[in-house]
């Protein structure tokens, strides 16, 4: 298995562009989350999904951010316009259910200046 | 409510043992997590413990639970240089797939 599966790895943009992150997660999980990691805030929760629908989006800072899972093996968290206060390190993690713990991605890398 | 605390710094030599402290407030927490996280990497789940465990061993590794004091704590044995990284704990709560993760743990581990 090639575990969960995020691009692009790093992502420099221009405040006010679009920036979309994208994540595949393991096959058979059907659980689905978005973590946004800073020195600051340390390890957030933007939201997440299960079996396809989102759960909780309660983490999702602003209507600037928005996410989907149109199917059980790819998700997309977008932010537009993106701002530098969004630079961070996101990461995509998926569980096969409660209690089993998270598989994580190797994060994304968003700069925005 | 959710609240889970670490200190954020441990420097040890290699070879001693290592001990990683955390906190949690919420009683109801059904399964706790120990994380793992390199440098330019994402989270690796390390080993975890059901809340009506106080104990549970995976080679060097060695988690204690006190659910009286909401105290976690793991322990590297033999610390190595490669075990230099940050250690995140978290939890589930009942009826909850989401985890709460604390502020994380930087190991330094000197030759």
């Known amino acids: 298995d090639a575990g969960v599966i995020q691009s692009p790895r790093h992502e420099v943009t221009e405040m006010g562009q679009e920036v979309t992150l994208r994540c595949k997660p393991i096959?058979?999980?059907?659980?689905l989350f978005w973590y946004r990691q800073t020195m600051m805030r340390g390890l957030e929760l933007l939201i997440y999904?299960?079996?396809?629908?989102?759960?909780?989006d309660s983490g999702m800072p602003e209507d600037r951010f928005s996410a989907k899972m149109p199917n059980a093996s790819f998700s997309t968290l977008k932010i537009q316009p993106s701002e530098p206060r969004d630079s961070a390190v996101y990461f995509c993690?998926?569980?096969?259910?409660?209690?089993?713990?998270?598989?994580f991605g190797s994060g994304t890398r968003l700069t925005v200046v | 409510g959710e609240d889970v605390e670490q200190s954020l710094f441990l420097s040890v030599r290699e070879g001693d043992s290592s001990v990683i402290n955390c906190t949690y407030t919420?009683?109801?927490?059904?399964?706790l997590y120990w994380y793992k996280q390199e440098p330019g990497a994402g989270l690796q789940l390390l080993t975890y413990?059901?809340?009506?465990?106080d104990m549970k061993q995976d080679q060097r590794l060695t988690v204690l639970l006190n659910k009286k004091d909401k105290h976690l704590s793991l322990r590297i044995a033999d610390t190595q240089t490669g075990d230099s990284a940050i250690y995140f704990c978290?939890?589930?709560?009942?009826?909850?797939?989401?985890?709460?993760f604390g502020t994380g743990t930087r190991l330094l581990v000197s030759p």
């Open positions: 978290a939890e589930t709560l009942l009826g909850f797939q989401k985890l709460v």
């Open positions: 919420d009683s109801s927490s059904t399964y």
């Open positions: 413990i059901f809340s009506n465990m």
């Open positions: 993690a998926s569980s096969p259910g409660q209690n089993y713990g998270y598989t």
């Open positions: 999904f299960n079996n396809n629908v989102p759960i909780d």
């Open positions: 096959s058979g999980h059907n659980s």
